[in-house]
């Protein structure tokens, strides 16, 4: 195991300054002390108490990080601003029998976040209709039209899920027809909310609630809090059950790990507690979906929300109907929800062949330019009938190809736009550059957060659109490449790679920004039986030197320096990744999921 005193980041962590996808590597620092408090505090192995160290977890917050609670960690829903006006409003509305709708995002974190709220609606006794709109049609968040549709089905109160804070213009709209708008939301903001009944986002200017990690439905789950709380004191629960909002945990965790949101403080408490709701897959829609994608019920993981659920929902607001991810959370009809789910199922298919062309298109387009290894500080590619729902996917995809930000733009010709999605690396702030896009002039829309972001252009704008981001990002590039390295928590042989070590290490879960999976590295080993599957993934098994070996694979990289030296049968490598499960056939054993490998002899 690797000494446990480390303090502080040190390039080149087993002599490694450049790997195969040329970034340094670097021993997670954990103080000394701060690992032995957590030994004897927690009862934990070095290499564990190193780990959880290396997280920042304080010694006396220990506990609360391995096993949260609700009890502990939830937030006053008082403690965001405009909560109280919110839950005022909502059920000021519903006692007064006025129609309530919720407009919801077309993504997993939407769909999550409507659902929670139709449960609720529905326990009190009363429908919640949905409206999301259609991403092709309508675009991303709430419009003039879609106020204008509701308005006309008789509603008289919208409550925005997962958008709207920064619709000030359509909110405008909707209270000048005469429709009382709250907004519920986690994506940065202007200074000047939206003139309505309420705003609630942790990220809005003055909030000090502290939460701004929290998904839209973990906001939605706090103030599904907040509702019951109103209610209560309105004395509506007199004589009825008061709906108990820690069954719809599976939701809230969701939406969390979906929306790739830091897993730390009450929003951890949130994804770990409704990974064990989600395991007992009592929500029809969840339940029926896992079954489409042939998985068996069991423990809940990330992967399950991640991998396995999550691009399905997304899938229909992706290249199919909107509001099919929202209706399939939100169902109690078992025959409905396998009807949902094998459409979902169906269109993610056809997502993922859409999204392999467009990413191999982009690919040879971008390569063609050099605009990847030509020094800029981002790509921005574009092209003809790319279908917007999986530009944003394509984006994350030729991210982690490149290391640099990467901006994907779908081309309508026939309308004269441009929908585009970016992915960008930690130390580079996209959303800000986007937003000063669109405040000069150059986008037709436009905003986001540090991570990702979404624009409209004009076809003919893209070019002055990619030398206004690099001009703007020049400045952050060099601090990001510094940055950008492999973290590793502990250096194992292969023959320690086991289901003991991975079910130790399984404590810290869920695992996410903030809370990164474990990574471990092993030293002097040889990839033998490599083979290329599709998808350009290469499975091997890593020999170390005492003839120890753990089967291992690593993800679309047969084209790249480290696909080519696996297939290769390359010996004496060093190699980091993370452990995985691998039941196969009932084996319980592991797999080693590898990330990154370097030669010591090329890697200074």
Request: glycine content about 12%.
């Amino acid at each position: 195991m690797a000494d446990g005193a480390a303090t502080g980041l040190t390039p080149g962590f087993l002599d490694v300054a450049r790997s195969l996808s040329g970034r340094a590597w670097r021993q997670r620092p954990a103080e000394a002390s701060l690992i032995r408090a957590h030994m004897q505090g927690l009862g934990l192995s070095e290499p564990l108490a190193r780990a959880l160290a290396a997280r920042g977890v304080a010694a006396e917050a220990g506990a609360d990080f391995l096993e949260p609670t609700l009890k502990r960690l939830f937030p006053d829903p008082s403690a965001f601003m405009d909560m109280d006006a919110a839950a005022e409003a909502i059920v000021g509305a519903l006692t007064a029998g006025e129609a309530i709708h919720v407009f919801a995002d077309y993504d997993v974190d939407g769909a999550s976040s409507a659902a929670l709220l139709v449960r609720w609606f529905r326990a009190m006794g009363s429908a919640l209709p949905i409206y999301v709109p259609d991403r092709l049609t309508e675009g991303y968040g709430p419009s003039p039209l879609a106020f204008d549709r509701l308005k006309a089905s008789g509603a008289d109160l919208v409550i925005t899920v997962d958008c709207g804070a920064a619709a000030n213009e359509a909110i405008a709209h909707a209270c000048a027809i005469g429709l009382k708008v709250v907004v519920i939301d986690h994506h940065l903001m202007r200074e000047e909310p939206p003139q309505c009944l309420a705003v609630v986002n942790p990220n809005r200017p003055g909030d000090t609630s502290g939460q701004g990690n929290l998904a839209a439905a973990g906001v939605v789950f706090v103030l599904l809090a907040a509702l019951n709380r109103e209610a209560r004191r309105r004395g509506l629960f007199d004589g009825r059950a008061e709906p108990d909002i820690r069954r719809w945990l599976d939701l809230a965790a969701l939406g969390a790990i979906c929306d790739v949101t830091a897993l730390t403080g009450f929003n951890r408490a949130l994804a770990g507690l409704g990974l064990g709701v989600m395991s007992g897959w009592g929500n029809p829609g969840l339940k029926a979906l896992l079954a489409v994608a042939g998985s068996e019920p069991g423990p809940a993981k990330v992967n399950h929300a991640g991998f396995i659920l999550g691009p399905r929902i997304n899938a229909g607001g992706r290249i199919g109907r909107a509001d099919l991810g929202a209706r399939l959370l939100s169902t109690d009809d078992p025959d409905e929800a396998r009807a949902l789910a094998e459409e979902l199922d169906a269109l993610n298919v056809a997502r993922r062949e859409v999204e392999r062309e467009v990413t191999e298109t982009a690919i040879r387009r971008v390569e063609a330019t050099g605009q990847h290894v030509d020094g800029s500080a981002v790509v921005v590619v574009g092209g003809e009938d790319w279908h917007p729902g999986v530009v944003g996917i394509v984006a994350g995809r030729l991210r982690e190809r490149w290391r640099k930000p990467v901006v994907v733009v779908g081309i309508d010709a026939v309308a004269g736009v441009g929908k585009g999605s970016g992915r960008s690396q930690p130390g580079m702030n996209l959303g800000r550059a986007v937003q000063g896009a669109w405040r000069d002039g150059l986008l037709m829309a436009g905003g986001g957060h540090a991570m990702a972001a979404g624009l409209t252009v004009r076809p003919d704008g893209i070019e002055a659109l990619r030398d206004y981001l690099n001009a703007a990002m020049a400045g952050e590039q060099g601090e990001a490449e510094a940055q950008d390295c492999v973290e590793i928590d502990v250096l194992i042989d292969p023959g320690a790679a086991t289901r003991t070590l991975l079910e130790d290490f399984e404590r810290l879960a869920p695992f996410g920004p903030g809370n990164p999976e474990p990574s471990f590295a092993l030293v002097g080993v040889q990839a033998r039986e490599p083979v290329q599957m599709n998808g350009g993934h290469v499975r091997c098994r890593l020999v170390g030197a005492d003839g120890a070996s753990v089967r291992a694979i690593a993800w679309r990289c047969a084209d790249l320096p480290l696909g080519r030296s696996l297939l290769a049968g390359q010996g004496g490598l060093s190699v980091v990744g993370r452990l995985k499960a691998d039941d196969w056939n009932g084996r319980r054993g592991v797999q080693f999921e590898i990330e990154d490998a370097a030669d010591p002899r090329m890697s200074i």
